[in-house]
């Protein structure tokens, strides 16, 4: 049964019907609202007609983050009175949950590039929604230039509307050929701004690394907002570690501790989206609870003025997640969060002279970002320089010039820059195109299960205490029992699944195309084909991986 009370209270419905107009005459629309109104929610809902009597549309929402995904699709099957699956279903990275009747399907925009790649024509879906655009993800800022493509050539009848959560809409709209612009209002109390820096000065983040005695503040901060306030305290920490580690800090504390990330499971997730069950809470989270999350019951804000962003990182030649100052914009997004249901505050962990210092906005990832993924994915698209994608920022010739470089390096393009079949089967491996060329041309060597072992390691950074040698950190992922013991796991099972299920369909080895001098330099005895890891170490296994990925260090 439809929660019909519970959708009538999401504010955006009075933009709906401007929405739904807006699309009918121009097909293309931006629509501006604010954090916990419903666009994510209420409007895939409406559009594909399953709150009234209009026609039914299959409508595809892009998510920048899996959590989001997962969120957003549970959300919105409650909402039907259903179970995920059904009528609305979701997929990401691994994980696939849709039915014979799904007519909305939530998915991150990795996802969404893999299926355009694919099918350009996406055959079967009327509308795309793509979400929290006001982020500027690479991959969010691809997908929208796809999606034109696609409407100017093969399907002008797609529908696509960009979501923000901001009302910094002017430069979506004229990419979308002058869209109109539909304004929802969202209903917002008063929030007291609190500053309160350290007492002596902290080091600036460099890295993934962040001054304890920052973490020790921020602690400090929000066991004096629960003394000062009432209602359930937001804590917006750069990442997990910093969020386990003030989590640590705050054992013994008169609330339950939430950890919000996307590495949290999905029990927690649904705890903390659930809202309060008579206790009051404290929820640690990373910027995912700036947009994509809304937590019921937050009164009070506690801002560690820290965010992660993508930045090159030469040393590995790929994009890491670099500790940054939060902008002036994901600031009072954060501070909003203290306002949704009540008057609040939020405790804002710099001083307020420091505030009108920083960045207004968030860099667009295509402009600090590692460009290899984007370079090899506009080369399967057919556009190898990217020259003629609608983009509301070029980007750096020089990123994509050391971009081209790995490619051609890796044998993913040809010397005119267009991609090569090996190129394409990279690009369908959702992984950096390093990685990727690392999975192949292992899997001929040490077999698909070992390659995949050391892949997934150098995917996703273990943590400290796995330490720092990749073969001692390959065997305590094996044995280990933790969150990301169990993501590593998932990984190695779908990544060593693709190479074998691709095998010789491809009508290529595993190391057909691989440059001869990186190859043979990297690891002697690359293309030999033995395919076997048997009589190998962990660590040669792991040395001669990484160094397929990472030839010139």
Do not use: N
């Given at each position: 049964?439809i929660r019909?009370?519970?959708?009538?209270r999401?504010p955006?419905?009075?933009?709906?019907?401007?929405?739904?107009?807006?699309?009918?005459?121009?097909?293309?629309a931006?629509?501006?609202a604010?954090?916990?109104?419903?666009?994510?929610?209420l409007?895939?809902?409406?559009?594909?007609?399953?709150?009234?009597?209009?026609?039914v549309?299959?409508?595809?929402?892009?998510?920048p983050?899996?959590?989001?995904?997962r969120?957003?699709?549970?959300?919105?099957?409650?909402?039907l009175?259903?179970?995920?699956g059904?009528?609305?279903?979701?997929?990401?990275?691994?994980?696939?949950?849709v039915?014979?009747e799904?007519v909305v399907e939530?998915?991150t925009?990795?996802?969404?590039l893999?299926?355009?790649?694919?099918?350009?024509?996406?055959?079967?879906?009327?509308?795309?929604?793509?979400?929290?655009?006001?982020?500027?993800?690479?991959?969010?800022?691809?997908?929208a230039?796809?999606?034109l493509?696609?409407r100017?050539?093969?399907?002008?009848?797609?529908?696509?509307?960009?979501?923000s959560?901001?009302t910094?809409?002017?430069?979506?709209?004229?990419?979308?050929?002058?869209?109109p612009?539909?304004?929802?209002e969202?209903?917002s109390?008063?929030?007291?701004?609190?500053?309160?820096?350290p007492?002596?000065?902290?080091?600036?983040?460099?890295?993934?690394?962040?001054?304890?005695a920052?973490?020790?503040h921020?602690?400090?901060?929000?066991?004096?907002?629960?003394a000062?306030?009432?209602?359930?305290?937001?804590?917006?920490?750069?990442?997990?570690?910093?969020?386990?580690?003030?989590?640590?800090?705050?054992?013994?504390?008169?609330?339950?501790?939430?950890?919000?990330?996307?590495?949290?499971?999905?029990?927690?997730?649904?705890a903390v989206?659930?809202g309060?069950?008579g206790?009051?809470?404290?929820?640690l989270?990373?910027?995912?609870?700036?947009?994509?999350?809304?937590?019921?019951?937050?009164r009070?804000?506690?801002?560690?003025?820290?965010?992660?962003?993508?930045?090159?990182d030469?040393?590995?030649?790929?994009?890491?997640l670099?500790?940054?100052?939060a902008?002036?914009?994901?600031g009072r997004?954060?501070?909003?969060?203290?306002?949704?249901?009540?008057?609040?505050?939020?405790?804002r962990?710099?001083?307020?002279?420091?505030?009108?210092?920083?960045?207004?906005f968030p860099?667009?990832e295509?402009?600090?970002?590692?460009?290899a993924?984007?370079?090899?994915?506009?080369?399967c698209?057919?556009?190898?320089?990217a020259?003629?994608?609608?983009?509301?920022?070029?980007?750096?010739a020089?990123a994509m010039?050391?971009a081209?470089?790995?490619?051609?390096?890796i044998g993913a393009?040809d010397?005119?820059?267009?991609?090569?079949?090996?190129?394409?089967?990279?690009s369908?491996?959702?992984?950096?195109?390093?990685?990727?060329?690392?999975l192949?041309?292992?899997?001929?060597?040490v077999?698909?299960?070992?390659a995949?072992e050391?892949?997934?390691?150098?995917?996703?950074?273990?943590?400290?205490?796995?330490?720092d040698?990749?073969?001692?950190?390959?065997?305590t992922?094996?044995?280990g029992q933790d969150?990301?013991?169990?993501?590593?796991?998932?990984?190695v099972?779908?990544?060593?699944g693709?190479?074998d299920?691709?095998?010789?369909?491809?009508?290529?080895?595993?190391?057909?195309?691989?440059?001869?001098?990186?190859?043979?330099?990297?690891?002697?005895g690359?293309?030999?084909?033995?395919?076997?890891?048997?009589?190998?170490?962990?660590?040669?296994?792991?040395?001669?991986?990484?160094?397929?990925?990472?030839?010139?260090?």
């Amino acid at each position: 049964m439809i929660r019909t009370e519970a959708l009538d209270r999401l504010p955006v419905r009075t933009a709906v019907p401007a929405l739904e107009r807006a699309l009918d005459d121009r097909g293309v629309a931006v629509l501006c609202a604010p954090p916990g109104t419903g666009k994510t929610t209420l409007v895939p809902l409406v559009l594909a007609g399953l709150t009234g009597d209009g026609p039914v549309r299959r409508v595809l929402v892009a998510e920048p983050r899996r959590i989001a995904a997962r969120a957003a699709a549970r959300r919105m099957a409650w909402l039907l009175g259903e179970r995920p699956g059904e009528r609305v279903g979701f997929t990401v990275r691994g994980e696939r949950v849709v039915g014979r009747e799904t007519v909305v399907e939530v998915v991150t925009t990795g996802v969404l590039l893999q299926r355009l790649q694919r099918d350009q024509e996406l055959a079967g879906v009327d509308v795309v929604i793509i979400d929290e655009c006001h982020e500027r993800h690479l991959d969010a800022d691809t997908v929208a230039a796809f999606l034109l493509d696609v409407r100017e050539a093969i399907r002008p009848d797609l529908r696509l509307v960009a979501a923000s959560a901001t009302t910094d809409a002017e430069g979506w709209a004229r990419l979308l050929g002058d869209a109109p612009v539909i304004e929802a209002e969202g209903v917002s109390y008063p929030v007291e701004v609190l500053w309160e820096p350290p007492a002596r000065p902290v080091k600036p983040p460099h890295g993934m690394r962040v001054d304890p005695a920052l973490l020790t503040h921020v602690a400090a901060t929000v066991r004096r907002a629960l003394a000062e306030r009432e209602g359930d305290v937001l804590c917006f920490l750069p990442g997990v570690g910093e969020i386990g580690r003030v989590a640590g800090q705050l054992a013994g504390v008169d609330a339950e501790v939430l950890q919000v990330h996307g590495r949290a499971p999905a029990a927690v997730q649904d705890a903390v989206l659930a809202g309060s069950s008579g206790v009051r809470r404290v929820v640690l989270a990373t910027s995912v609870a700036e947009s994509s999350l809304t937590v019921p019951g937050v009164r009070v804000v506690v801002d560690s003025g820290l965010a992660r962003e993508p930045r090159t990182d030469h040393a590995r030649g790929l994009s890491a997640l670099t500790t940054v100052r939060a902008s002036q914009a994901a600031g009072r997004q954060r501070a909003g969060r203290a306002g949704r249901e009540a008057p609040g505050a939020v405790y804002r962990c710099w001083d307020q002279a420091e505030d009108g210092r920083l960045a207004r906005f968030p860099a667009p990832e295509i402009k600090v970002a590692d460009l290899a993924a984007f370079a090899l994915q506009a080369a399967c698209w057919g556009d190898p320089d990217a020259s003629s994608l609608a983009l509301l920022d070029p980007p750096p010739a020089g990123a994509m010039g050391a971009a081209r470089e790995v490619l051609g390096a890796i044998g993913a393009v040809d010397d005119d820059g267009r991609v090569t079949e090996r190129g394409v089967r990279m690009s369908r491996l959702g992984l950096h195109p390093r990685l990727a060329r690392a999975l192949l041309d292992g899997s001929a060597e040490v077999g698909a299960r070992r390659a995949a072992e050391v892949v997934a390691l150098l995917s996703e950074e273990p943590p400290r205490e796995y330490g720092d040698d990749l073969a001692a950190a390959l065997r305590t992922a094996r044995r280990g029992q933790d969150g990301y013991a169990a993501r590593w796991k998932q990984e190695v099972r779908r990544l060593s699944g693709q190479v074998d299920g691709a095998g010789s369909g491809s009508g290529r080895s595993a190391s057909s195309g691989a440059a001869p001098g990186i190859g043979a330099g990297a690891a002697p005895g690359i293309g030999t084909g033995s395919g076997s890891g048997a009589g190998r170490s962990d660590d040669a296994v792991a040395g001669l991986v990484a160094a397929l990925a990472f030839p010139e260090r």
